[in-house]
């Protein structure tokens, strides 16, 4: 027997095969609710909506906190936080209010409306000829002597 028929018997049952093999089908990607930590997202939420505060929630679905790993503190302060922009996302000052929170309301606005004027003017502003290039601000910087140095150190040494 030949030393290498093992090899060539090899070959030809590879080369005989189906040239066109069928291709496996991708499994069908998951929906983002089927995900777990979207399953556990909306076990939380719905607790808090049962009228659970968010820690016990948390706790009812994540277990205890452990509060010497910072990993399961911000875990916790992620949830906390989303739970905060929930409840207080879209709160706008009264109409007519003289509160610090109207003021300072009114206040970002007014700044946010100065804002987009001075950017609207500043793209429509054509580059003048008379500019200064700040190439031209490095070339026209001085140039330090050296020589008073050198020559205070010759004269007085080290200091």
């Known amino acids: ?58 706790e009812k679905v994540f277990g205890d906190i452990d509060t010497f790993d910072p990993q399961s503190k911000a875990e916790v302060a992620k949830v906390l936080n989303r739970y905060n922009k929930s409840r207080h996302g879209n709160v706008a000052p009264e109409p007519g209010s003289t509160s610090i929170f109207a003021l300072d309301a009114a206040l970002e606005q007014m700044e ?18 008379f500019e200064e290039d700040p190439r031209d601000k490095l070339d026209k910087m001085e140039e330090y002597d050296y020589n008073l140095d050198v020559q205070y150190l010759q004269t007085y040494g080290r200091a």
């Open 112 to 129: 946010d409306e100065v804002e987009t004027e001075e950017d609207e003017q500043e793209e429509m502003k054509t580059p003048s000829q």
């Open 1 to 58: 027997m030949d030393p290498l028929q093992e090899l060539f018997d090899l070959y030809e049952n590879e080369m005989l095969q189906d040239p066109n093999p069928t291709v496996a089908e991708p499994a069908p990607a998951q929906s983002p609710a089927e995900h777990p930590v979207a399953v556990k997202k909306k076990m939380l939420d719905d607790e808090i909506q049962a009228g659970s505060d968010p820690i016990s929630a948390y």
